[in-house]
């Protein structure tokens, strides 16, 4: 079966297409961009998918975001804050303790789209929300990292640290406080009612370029330009997110010219990209770029058979990963160690590694008390099968492939697991945002480089009912050791002992397994030949954050 599904895989990255006919932007000048998810949540703070963040980045930006050399630089901000501009000023706190002050100076002639001024009062009310429990935020650079907010002026607003974050520069999206103050009236509905997503064409929620003119749920998002916009005018004038969640439709619309491109991550898989540059080599124009996004195994960690870290360093052992790289991606991806890439300067070799052994992930499943019973699946001395429930989200073709891969590679080892995919939109919705999964669940989630891990591995990230689910350790990863030196790698800022610190984390992260890690993929963008001054960033934020300088 294994074999089987291995050539299944080889054939249909050699598989030779069908001919390109024009392009839909071609035709009527509008951009038409292909996904294989839609997204959760328009509200920049509630939920966390790529396809969400990629979506809002044509209509609404942060305060700062990392280039495409991954270097963190002002999008609303008019001077990036620094110790050595003054703009970043270390504070004594008392008793030893120092925090920062760091002032956001935004430039002077940001609006919302209805033409209202976007202040440092909006940056305020988002401080607030994010200070709020109730308000359900998913962030990885959370507000509570300031614990009060000075605002100086229309243009300028101060944020108080306890602590002198090595993440000080890097502030996220701001929010509406004239559009989403009337739903936060009601904290504890915010998460339910937020204006992004039951009435996302309202004048006045958006900030950039574009504008979100036209939204079909779990269909299409259409964008238009802004006209309260003052930076560059967009070029395209009509940007259309389709959704298609089988990527083998999403690539048949691309050659059929009913889509002009996809994204890196939410588009085509790699094995699709490979193929189509080789039968058509002229048609489009394909960006690999190595990246962040790591595709892993979230283990339900309240699941007794899976707290056991036998039972997932066995589950790890029994993976082919090397043959998987090669198959689906043509090499275009490398093993993960840990969460984190070999980009960042703070990788380490140094960890836990485990590469394909099914005997050794045997022997791991007969210590921990598991021995194969007569239809092959192992059990324990109380009968329990050591059988899993394994989702993703359904129609990725790479993902689904994979899937059918470990299935069989694990029935080897005599561990049974049966597939059971979602919707993204139920998946990111509900499914893993809740941790409602029972078995494993996998997925792709993109680190940062120099961002300390706390909000996937820290143990108040954890999402439960009691917090409203907000948080993004859908791991469940609790453990104090990881905790305290997380905790001092965010305030350390001498990078020697950043790197101790970090390599520290890693070896913690490698030991413990909170997840089972697979590889760092070298996603593709596959635009149209027409469309210029597209920048790949691949490793940081999205390529939609510049879009008013794409093209014909």
């Given at each position: 079966?294994?074999?089987?599904?291995?050539?299944a895989?080889?054939?249909?990255?050699?598989?030779?297409?069908?001919?390109?006919?024009?392009?839909?932007g071609?035709?009527?000048?509008?951009?038409?961009?292909?996904?294989?998810?839609?997204?959760?949540?328009?509200?920049?703070?509630?939920?966390?998918?790529?396809?969400?963040?990629?979506t809002?980045?044509?209509?609404?930006?942060p305060?700062?975001?990392f280039?495409?050399?991954?270097?963190?630089?002002?999008?609303?901000?008019?001077?990036?804050?620094?110790?050595?501009?003054?703009?970043?000023?270390?504070?004594e706190?008392?008793?030893?303790?120092?925090?920062?002050?760091?002032?956001?100076?935004?430039?002077?002639?940001?609006?919302?789209s209805?033409?209202?001024?976007?202040?440092?009062?909006?940056?305020?009310?988002?401080?607030?929300?994010?200070?709020?429990?109730?308000?359900?935020?998913?962030?990885?650079?959370?507000?509570?990292?300031?614990?009060?907010?000075?605002?100086?002026?229309?243009?300028?607003a101060?944020?108080?640290?306890?602590?002198?974050?090595?993440?000080?520069?890097?502030?996220?999206?701001?929010?509406?406080?004239?559009?989403?103050?009337?739903?936060?009236?009601?904290?504890?509905?915010y998460?339910?009612h937020?204006?992004?997503?039951t009435?996302?064409?309202?004048?006045?929620?958006?900030n950039?370029?574009?504008?979100?003119?036209?939204?079909?749920?779990?269909?299409?998002?259409?964008l238009?330009?802004?006209?309260?916009?003052?930076?560059?005018?967009?070029?395209?004038?009509?940007?259309?997110?389709?959704?298609?969640?089988?990527?083998?439709?999403?690539q048949?619309?691309?050659?059929s010219?009913?889509?002009?491109?996809?994204?890196?991550?939410?588009?085509?898989?790699?094995?699709?990209?490979?193929?189509?540059?080789?039968?058509?080599?002229?048609?489009?124009?394909f960006?690999?770029?190595?990246?962040?996004?790591?595709?892993?195994?979230?283990?339900?960690?309240?699941?007794?058979?899976?707290?056991?870290?036998?039972?997932?360093?066995?589950?790890?052992?029994?993976?082919?990963?090397?043959?998987?790289?090669?198959?689906?991606?043509?090499?275009?991806?490398?093993?993960?160690?840990?969460?984190?890439?070999?980009?960042?300067?703070?990788?380490?070799?140094?960890?836990a590694?485990?590469p394909f052994?099914?005997?050794?992930?045997?022997?791991?499943?007969k210590?921990?008390?598991?021995?194969?019973?007569?239809?092959?699946?192992?059990?324990?001395?109380?009968?329990?099968?050591?059988s899993?429930?394994?989702?993703?989200?359904?129609?990725?073709r790479?993902?689904?492939?994979?899937?059918?891969?470990?299935?069989?590679e694990?029935?080897?080892v005599?561990?049974?697991?049966?597939?059971?995919?979602?919707?993204?939109?139920?998946?990111?919705?509900?499914?893993?945002?809740?941790?409602?999964y029972?078995?494993?669940?996998e997925?792709?989630?993109?680190?940062?480089?120099?961002?300390?891990?706390?909000?996937?591995?820290?143990?108040?990230?954890?999402?439960?009912?009691?917090?409203?689910?907000?948080?993004?350790?859908v791991?469940?990863?609790?453990?104090?050791?990881?905790?305290?030196?997380?905790?001092?790698?965010?305030?350390?800022?001498?990078?020697?002992?950043?790197?101790?610190?970090?390599?520290?984390?890693?070896?913690?992260?490698?030991?413990?397994?909170?997840?089972?890690?697979?590889?760092?993929?070298?996603?593709?963008?596959?635009?149209?030949?027409?469309?210029k001054?597209?920048?790949?960033?691949?490793?940081?934020?999205?390529?939609?954050?510049?879009?008013e300088?794409?093209?014909?």
């Amino acid at each position: 079966m294994l074999h089987r599904s291995l050539i299944a895989l080889a054939s249909l990255v050699a598989a030779s297409l069908a001919a390109v006919p024009s392009h839909a932007g071609e035709r009527d000048g509008s951009l038409v961009i292909g996904v294989a998810q839609f997204p959760a949540s328009l509200n920049p703070y509630i939920s966390s998918q790529t396809v969400q963040f990629y979506t809002i980045g044509f209509a609404t930006r942060p305060i700062s975001a990392f280039d495409v050399n991954g270097h963190v630089t002002c999008v609303l901000c008019t001077e990036l804050p620094s110790l050595e501009n003054g703009l970043a000023k270390v504070e004594e706190l008392g008793e030893g303790k120092k925090g920062l002050a760091v002032t956001i100076k935004l430039k002077p002639d940001l609006t919302w789209s209805d033409g209202t001024p976007l202040t440092a009062k909006d940056v305020a009310f988002t401080f607030k929300l994010g200070h709020d429990p109730n308000a359900g935020f998913s962030d990885i650079y959370p507000w509570a990292r300031a614990k009060s907010v000075d605002v100086v002026d229309d243009h300028t607003a101060v944020l108080h640290l306890d602590r002198t974050l090595a993440t000080y520069q890097v502030w996220d999206y701001v929010l509406p406080e004239h559009i989403e103050g009337k739903v936060y009236s009601n904290p504890t509905e915010y998460i339910t009612h937020t204006i992004y997503n039951t009435a996302p064409m309202t004048p006045g929620l958006w900030n950039g370029p574009y504008v979100i003119s036209g939204y079909q749920s779990g269909n299409q998002i259409e964008l238009t330009p802004n006209p309260a916009w003052k930076g560059r005018a967009p070029d395209i004038k009509r940007i259309v997110v389709r959704l298609i969640e089988n990527t083998a439709a999403l690539q048949a619309n691309l050659l059929s010219g009913d889509v002009d491109m996809t994204p890196s991550g939410i588009g085509i898989t790699t094995d699709q990209a490979v193929a189509l540059q080789h039968d058509h080599p002229t048609q489009f124009a394909f960006f690999y770029h190595k990246g962040l996004s790591m595709e892993r195994i979230d283990p339900q960690r309240d699941n007794p058979m899976l707290a056991d870290l036998r039972v997932r360093q066995a589950l790890l052992h029994a993976v082919d990963r090397n043959t998987l790289i090669q198959k689906l991606f043509a090499g275009h991806a490398s093993i993960a160690l840990t969460w984190m890439n070999d980009l960042d300067p703070n990788f380490t070799t140094d960890v836990a590694q485990y590469p394909f052994d099914p005997a050794k992930a045997r022997a791991l499943l007969k210590d921990a008390g598991y021995a194969p019973g007569p239809d092959g699946i192992c059990r324990n001395a109380k009968g329990d099968r050591l059988s899993f429930e394994f989702s993703t989200t359904a129609g990725n073709r790479i993902r689904e492939l994979s899937q059918q891969v470990m299935q069989d590679e694990w029935k080897s080892v005599c561990i049974e697991v049966t597939i059971h995919n979602e919707p993204s939109r139920t998946f990111f919705g509900t499914t893993t945002r809740e941790r409602s999964y029972t078995g494993l669940a996998e997925y792709a989630n993109s680190s940062r480089i120099g961002l300390v891990p706390t909000p996937f591995y820290g143990t108040a990230g954890i999402p439960t009912k009691q917090n409203n689910f907000n948080g993004m350790n859908v791991a469940g990863f609790s453990d104090p050791e990881m905790d305290r030196t997380m905790a001092a790698a965010e305030v350390e800022l001498d990078p020697a002992r950043q790197k101790v610190l970090w390599t520290k984390m890693q070896q913690i992260y490698a030991a413990n397994l909170p997840e089972l890690p697979l590889y760092f993929r070298e996603d593709p963008d596959v635009n149209p030949t027409w469309l210029k001054g597209y920048e790949a960033t691949g490793k940081e934020d999205y390529t939609s954050y510049w879009a008013e300088n794409w093209h014909r």
